[in-house]
């Protein structure tokens, strides 16, 4: 059962491996994209890393609900809408979307997750030592 | 024509790992130009090699049902170089794969000798307008022409043999030609 410590120190390493950054540049607050450089094809690869490392499963959207974001029932003028952002809180109860939320522009979705957040989505799907 | 960077499969287990040799030789065009009076194969193709047989493998393990293209080099290294006549044997092992992908670890031995370790990830295609890239005779070929299908073993063990649905449909084809 790994702590909270070990379970940041993996993705680290995941990160590391998958965009090629340096591990200290892996800081909690640190996001995905405009930090560390992420493009859609390294999440399915960060993913993979982690169902991996931790033996889990994360069915394809879990992570990154990117489905919510193309569909014109929450997404309007570029901009999500009240339902959307609904939904993308009960999706993704893992992530900060308070700064989001306020401007919620489609395109600046990609800068919401953080190294923090994924911390807790695996948090969530492993037990966690005391 | 495909452009094949691999020569011949010396093992192909389905579903785990793929072994393949690249010969080099001084034949081939491309090497007087990199470099003049100094050829080597240049490590994008030796990359491309190491996809090739890494890719088959994946695809093999769908019954190339798939469409499966390199997306991404997470990792390479290179120890050495390798030149004319330098026979390179690349083995490529499944590490994962789920609906939308796969990750192969690769390596390339000159000999004894470690010339290259790779991370290389596939990801599976869902566009159908891509189809005609992927046609199941072109993987039949592939695969009969690298003697996959002389070396090669099922999961059970059993001798690999070409799936069911690449022979109907190649099959179907040659009917409505």
Redesign the interface.
């Known amino acids: 059962m790994p702590t909270k410590d070990e379970i940041f120190e993996k993705i680290q390493v995941a990160l590391v491996?998958?965009l090629?950054v340096d591990d200290d540049e892996v800081t909690p607050e640190a996001t995905l994209v405009g930090d560390l450089g992420a493009e859609s094809?390294?999440f399915?690869?960060i993913v993979?890393r982690l169902?991996?490392g931790f033996d889990i499963k994360i069915p394809?959207g879990e992570l990154f609900p990117e489905d919510v974001l193309t569909d014109s029932q929450y997404v309007q003028d570029g901009r999500v809408t009240e339902a959307g952002i609904e939904e993308l809180r009960k999706r993704m109860p893992f992530a900060n979307l308070a700064a989001f939320a306020e401007n919620p522009v489609v395109q600046d979705f990609g800068n919401v997750l953080t190294v923090a957040d994924m911390c807790r989505f695996v948090e969530s799907k492993v037990e966690v030592a005391g | 024509m495909r452009w094949y960077w691999i020569d011949r499969f010396i093992e192909f287990e389905s579903g785990r790992y793929a072994k393949a040799i690249k010969n080099i030789s001084l034949a081939e065009d491309h090497l007087h130009d990199h470099f003049p009076n100094y050829p080597m194969i240049p490590s994008s193709l030796v990359i491309e090699g190491m996809a090739q047989t890494g890719g088959l493998l994946v695809s093999e393990y769908n019954h190339f049902a798939e469409k499966v293209v390199l997306?991404?080099v997470?990792?390479v290294t290179f120890f050495c170089e390798a030149i004319p006549g330098d026979t390179l044997t690349y083995t490529t092992t499944i590490?994962?794969i789920?609906?939308?992908?796969a990750?192969v670890s690769a390596t390339s031995y000159k000999g004894q000798k470690l010339h290259a370790e790779a991370?290389i990830?596939f990801?599976h295609l869902s566009d159908p307008r891509l189809e005609s890239l992927f046609g199941p005779e072109i993987f039949l070929r592939m695969m009969r022409l690298l003697g996959a299908f002389e070396v090669g073993h099922a999961a059970d063990g059993s001798p690999l043999v070409p799936p069911a649905r690449l022979l109907q449909a190649v099959e179907a084809e040659e009917a409505n030609d």
Do not use: S, T, V, Y
């Not at chain 2, 789920?98 to 992908?101: A, I, L, P, S, T």
């Open positions: 491996d998958a090629g094809i390294d399915l690869d993979f169902e991996k394809r | 997306a991404k997470p990792k590490e994962h789920k609906q939308e992908g990750m991370e990830f990801a």
